[in-house]
């Protein structure tokens, strides 16, 4: 079981910064690859940034490629989102997820997921 929580979210103007952190609970958070998918209003949950276990490889969504950037830190059980640059497009609830297995950009397979943080972005 990993338990996940989310925090670093906030209002910020176009062109600004945010970093969204992500604590996990539970003493395997080092064997599970983790994501960040975010939902706009009215809108699906759509996949961000995945990063695996062991740091070799992230994957982006093309809307933020170049702009945000996932990291972790194992010892600190905690998953990270750079963001720069951001667009009123940008504005959506964060969540972080972990899955066992491969990276996936697939919102259903993974297995636990975080209560989301709200990322509002003004133009």
């Known amino acids: 079981q990993v338990q996940l929580a989310e925090s670093g979210g906030g209002l910020v103007q176009a062109g600004g910064s945010l970093r969204l952190s992500c604590a996990a609970s539970?003493?395997?958070?080092?064997?599970?690859?983790m994501g960040w998918f975010r939902q706009a209003p009215g809108k699906e949950r759509e996949f961000v940034a995945t990063?695996?276990?062991?740091?070799?490889?992230?994957y982006y969504a093309d809307s933020v490629k170049g702009r945000f950037t996932i990291s972790r830190d194992n010892a600190k059980n905690t998953v990270y989102l750079q963001m720069n640059s951001l667009k009123p497009e940008d504005t959506a609830v964060y969540y972080c997820?972990?899955?066992?297995?491969?990276?996936?950009?697939?919102?259903?397979?993974?297995?636990?997921w975080g209560q989301g943080t709200q990322v509002t972005v003004s133009s």
């Open positions: 997820a972990a899955r066992s297995g491969r990276n996936s950009e697939t919102l259903d397979e993974y297995n636990y």
């Open positions: 539970g003493r395997t958070f080092s064997m599970y690859t």
């Open positions: 990063i695996s276990w062991n740091v070799i490889n992230t």
